[in-house]
Nanobody
């Protein structure tokens, strides 16, 4: 099965931006629907965006217009560009299948200060 490695998180002020990267330490992401999920303290993990193998994209309403998911199959990487960040975007971000079917990686922490 795929093993995910997330990177790119950090500490930013509200209104700032970050770009997260998701790659696989084992296996290829090509052809799979890959989702970016996040989990804030005390909250359930939620799916914020996903991209199919064919490039179709869906966003959660909470991030629509601010986040952009993309993939580069040559680099075996799925990206999440996050603009106009808000404090409520603070969470650990993970990539996985849309349904979270595979093992979860370590995630990458995103902290947005007001």
């Amino acid at each position: 099965q795929l093993q995910f490695v997330e990177s790119g998180g950090g500490l930013v002020q509200a209104g700032g931006s970050l770009t997260l990267s998701c790659t696989a330490s084992r296996g290829t992401l090509s052809g799979y629907t890959i989702g970016w999920h996040r989990q804030a303290p005390g909250k359930q993990r939620e799916l914020v965006a996903h991209i199919t193998g064919g490039g179709s994209i869906t966003y959660a309403d909470s991030v629509k217009g601010r986040f952009t998911i993309s993939r580069d199959n040559a680099k075996n990487t799925v990206y999440l560009q996050m603009l106009s960040l808000k404090p409520e975007d603070t969470a650990v971000y993970y990539c996985n299948s849309r349904m979270g079917s595979w093992s979860w990686g370590q995630g990458t922490q995103v902290t947005v200060t007001s």
